[in-house]
C-alpha cells in the first residue's frame, strides 16, 4: 500500500499584527479600565457594549463594486440562502456603533444619552513596531446636547480619570481648542477654493512639528524640510497667512489674554466670534467646578483632529519626561483626545444629532502608568508546594487548600515530582515568593520547609558559595504553623 | 442639472445574530468575571488574552476548495501582495487560541501552564431565540500536567468558584465521570465495529432524556420516541447491552459503592480499572481539601462530552429548582463543564501534551445569579441636577462636582432646559433618586429644592391627588447641605 501523505503541520503563529497578552499585560489593563469605568459611572455615563461585528452598511464604508470592502477593516461576506448576503466587518472603533447603535434604540434611551464603552477595535492595516490590528478603546461620549456645558464636562471626566488611575495633579494638562475659532480664521482669509483651504487645513496640523516659522514657509512659498527636500507651500500672501498664525499662537497663559488674541484672529467673522464665546463659557463652567487652567486650559495651538470635529476639540497630555530610545528627555504626551462632532446618527435617521466625547489610548495610558510606577504591581507569582512523594499528593493538595483559604495565591506542582530539581525551576519560572518541602522525615517529625526564594535568589546573586551553603533561606516549621509562616514571608515582600 | 440620487440610508442594525448590551447588562457580567478570576488567581492560574482574530490554519479548519472556509466560523482571506494572502477567522472558542499560544510559547512558558481566558467567542451560526453569534467565554485549563491531581483541581476550583459569585454550597453540585471508564465498557461488549461503537456512544449521550429503559430499547432492537416515531436500535443482545447500563446505573450515592459497581461494570478491562482507579485518586483528593460528595461527587451518569474528552470529565449543575416558560418546575441544570483532552498542541508540534480545564457558561451563569437575585443590583440611577436657568449652568455644573467628589453619581441636564417637564421626564427614564431644582427665588434665599423620586413615584402611585398636591416627596434644603441631605435620601435606599 502506499505511503499516505501527511498533511503539514499547521503553523502555532497569531495572524500578522495580532499578538498574545499574558499574565500581568492583562490583569493591569483590566484593572485600568475597571478604575475608569467607576469614574465614568459617577458622572452618570452608562456602559454600552455592542458586539465586535457590525454591518458595513452601519459602519459607513462605500459597498464598492470589488470583490471585498475590506480596505482599512476586516470584512466578509455572508453566505444567505441565495449565495449573496450582507457584507460584515469588524468594528474600527467605538464611535461608528455608537452611531448605529443611537438611531436604533433612540425611543428607549435617554435623551441627552451619555455611554461609555471599552473594548478592542480592529484595523485592516499594515502592522509595524508597536502598532498592531487589533487594540483596545476606551470612550465616552454625550450624544443631543448641543450645550457646550457637555464638553466642559467632558474635559473635567477625563481630569478625573487620569487622576482616578493615578497620575497625579501636575503630571498632566488638557487643552482645549474649537473648530469655529478655526471657521472664522480662515472665513478672513479670503482663500480661493477648498484645495486651498484644505491645504491650510493640512499645515495647521503641522504646528507641533514645524513651529510658527514653519507654517509661515508652508503657507507662503514652501520650505525645505529635515531631510533635504523642498515642500511646496499653500502660495498665501504674509498678510493672508496672519490670521493662521495669530490663532496658532494666541495661547497667553492666561485666559482672557488668549480670548482677546483669538477675538482679534477671527477678526469679523459671526462663526469665529462664536467659536471664542463657546471657549470661554467652556473655561468659565471649569472653573466652577474647580478645573483651574493648572489642569484644563484654553490652548489654540492644539492642532490634532481640528479638520475632523465640528466644534470644541480636547486633548489630554502628560507631562512628565520620558528617556526616548536615544536616551533623550522628551515629554511623555498625549494619552486622550476627543471633541464635538455633530452628524453622529444623520446618515442612519436624515436627523442631525450633536455629540461630543473623548477616547482614551489604553495602551498610552498603561505605559504611562507603567513609567510611572503607578500600574499595579506585576502579580506575584504562586507560593509553590513540592512533591517529594507522589503517593502523597493528597497531603500537598491539603497544604494548598489552607495557603488559598487564606486568601494566598498557592498551587502544587503537577508536573513529573521524579527530578525535584524541575520542581525548583518550576517555582523560578512562576516567579513564587515561596516554595514548601516535605519529605518523608519531615512527615514523621509533623514539620514542613519553607524556603523564601526571594531572599534565595539575593543570597544567590551576592553571596559566596559558603554562605549559599548554609542557605539560610531555608528553614524547618511545624506542620501546624504553614499559613502563618507563609504569610510572615509574603508580608515582607508586599 | 440632473437632480443627483441620493444613497439609500443605512439601516441602523445589528447584524441578524448580534445584540447590544447596555447598564447593567455589561456590569453585572464584568463583576462577575471578575470575581471569578480572583478565584481563578489564587489557583495559580496566569491570565491569557488573545486575540479574537487567529489564521483559519490554527484554528484547525481544512481550507477547503471552495471560496471561503466559513463554515461554523466567520472567515475571510487577507489580501497580500500577491492577491492570495491567509484566511483568517473569528475564533470559536478559547480552546483552540490556547492550543496555538501553547504551541508557540511554549519555550517561555512554565510547565505546568495554569491559565485562564475570558472574551467573546464567535459562532458562524444560525442564530435562535437566546443564542447569538457573539458570546463570551470564561475558561480555565492546566496544561502539560498528566496527573488527575490536575482534574481535581478544576473540580475545586469549580466549586469555590461557583461559591463566589454567589451559589450558596448546597444549590450546585459538580459531578465527575471517565472516559476511561467508558473506554473499559466498550472493550467488554464486543462490538462488531467502529459505527456500532459510535453508535452506542450516541446512545449514551440519550440517558439524560430516556432514561435507563430507554437506552435499553436503544442499544437493542430500538423504541418509539414521544412523537411516535420509531428510533432503529443499535441491534445489540441484552447481555451486550448490560455492561452499558451498569455503567450508567452505577452511581450508588456512596463512593465505595459507586466504583465497585463500575469496576464491575468493566470486567477485565485494563483502561476501564485504570479509569476507576483514577475516579477513586480524584475524590480522595478532593476530600482531602474538603471537598465531599456534598459539592463534587462521582457520577456515571455524566454522559456530556464523554465521546469528547480522554479521560475525566466534570459538570456543574445547579441544583435549585425554577419555573420554566410553562410554569413547571425544573432544576436549574448545567452552568460549567470540562474534562481532559490529551492532544491539545500534536497539531502544531507532534508531540502530545496532556490537557484539562473547564468552561464556565458566562451567560447561563450570570441568568443564575440574576434567578437568585444575587447578581450586583442594577445600577442606581444618577443624581439629576435640573438647569431652571440656563445663563447659571455653572452653579449647576458645581453642585453636581460637589455631588461627584462625595462619590455620588450626579449629573446635570445637558438637554434642551426649556421645557422643565421634560427635565423630569429625563430624570425619570435615568432612574434618578433625586432631582435637584433651583430657580431665582431659591437661589436669592440661599436654597435648594430636593425631590426624592422614588417617594414620589410611590405616592404617585398609591396617594390621591390631594396627598400627590402637597408633594412631601419634595422639600428644601440650605444650598450649603446640598450634599449631605442628598446622601441621606440615597442612604434609605441602599
Known amino acids: 500500500m502506499a505511503k499516505q501523505k501527511k ?75 441565495d449565495g449573496a448576503g450582507d457584507w460584515l466587518a469588524l ?28 473594548g478592542p477595535v480592529w484595523r485592516n492595516e499594515k502592522p509595524g513596531p508597536g502598532r498592531y490590528r487589533q487594540f483596545y478603546q476606551c470612550d465616552a461620549d454625550t450624544v443631543g446636547a448641543a450645550s457646550v456645558a457637555a464638553d ?3 474635559c473635567a471626566l477625563l481630569a478625573d480619570t487620569l487622576e482616578q488611575v493615578g497620575i497625579p495633579r501636575g503630571d498632566y494638562l488638557i487643552r482645549v481648542n474649537n473648530r469655529k475659532v478655526l471657521n472664522g480664521v480662515l472665513e478672513c482669509m479670503a482663500l ?49 497667512a496672519d490670521p493662521v498664525v495669530a490663532f496658532l499662537t494666541s495661547g497667553a497663559g492666561l485666559l482672557d489674554a488668549t480670548l482677546t488674541n483669538l477675538t ?22 471649569l472653573a466652577a467646578g474647580g478645573y483651574g487652567p493648572d489642569r484644563i486650559m484654553i490652548d ?67 505605559a504611562a502608568l507603567r513609567e510611572k510606577g503607578r500600574a499595579d504591581k506585576a502579580a506575584q507569582g504562586p507560593v509553590v508546594v513540592t512533591v517529594m512523594d507522589r503517593d502523597r499528593m493528597a497531603d500537598y493538595q491539603t497544604m494548598v487548600t489552607e495557603l488559598r483559604q487564606a486568601g494566598i495565591r498557592a498551587e502544587v506542582y503537577l508536573g513529573n515530582p521524579k527530578n525535584f530539581g524541575n520542581q525548583l525551576k518550576y517555582a523560578d519560572k512562576r516567579a513564587a515568593p515561596v516554595a514548601v518541602i516535605e519529605g518523608a522525615d519531615e512527615q514523621a517529625q509533623g514539620v514542613v520547609q519553607i524556603k523564601d526564594l526571594i531572599l534565595g535568589s539575593r543570597l544567590a546573586a551576592d553571596a559566596s558559595l559558603e554562605e549559599w551553603k548554609e542557605r539560610p533561606s531555608q528553614y524547618t516549621v511545624p506542620r501546624t504553623e504553614l499559613v502563618t509562616r507563609v504569610k510572615e514571608i509574603l508580608d515582607l515582600y508586599k
Open 91 to 118: 468594528r474600527y472603533d467605538l464611535t461608528a456603533p455608537l452611531a448605529r447603535v443611537y438611531a436604533q434604540h433612540r425611543n428607549d434611551l435617554p435623551t441627552p444619552y451619555r455611554r461609555y464603552a471599552m
Open 7 to 81: 498533511a503539514p503541520r499547521p503553523k502555532a503563529q497569531t495572524p500578522k499584527g495580532f499578538r498574545d497578552y499574558f499574565g500581568s499585560e492583562v490583569t493591569q489593563r483590566n484593572d485600568m479600565l475597571q478604575k475608569i469605568a467607576e469614574v465614568y459611572h459617577r458622572y452618570g455615563f452608562d456602559a454600552l457594549e455592542s458586539a465586535g461585528v457590525e454591518t458595513v452598511e452601519a459602519l459607513g464604508k462605500f459597498l464598492p463594486d470589488v470583490d471585498r470592502p475590506n480596505e482599512g477593516v476586516f470584512a466578509w461576506q455572508e453566505s444567505d440562502e
Open 300 to 366: 489654540p495651538s492644539v492642532v490634532r483632529g481640528l479638520g475632523y470635529y465640528t466644534g470644541p476639540v480636547y486633548e489630554a497630555e502628560l507631562t512628565f519626561e520620558i528617556l526616548d530610545d536615544k536616551g533623550r528627555k522628551r515629554q511623555f504626551g498625549s494619552v486622550a483626545g476627543g471633541g464635538r462632532y455633530d452628524d453622529l446618527v444623520k446618515r442612519f435617521t436624515g436627523q442631525a444629532v450633536p455629540a461630543t466625547g473623548v477616547s482614551i489610548g489604553v495602551d498610552r495610558l498603561l
Open 192 to 240: 480661493d477654493n477648498v484645495a486651498q483651504r484644505d491645504a491650510v487645513l493640512r499645515t495647521i496640523d503641522k504646528f507641533d512639528k514645524v513651529g510658527e516659522v514653519g507654517v509661515r514657509e508652508l503657507l507662503g512659498k514652501g520650505r525645505l524640510d529635515a531631510s533635504g527636500a523642498y515642500i511646496d507651500g499653500v502660495g498665501l500672501s504674509q498678510e493672508q
Open 264 to 285: 482679534s484672529a477671527v477678526g469679523g467673522s459671526v462663526a469665529g466670534a462664536e467659536g471664542v464665546a463657546e471657549l470661554r463659557q467652556i473655561a468659565e463652567l
Open 152 to 154: 466642559a464636562e467632558i
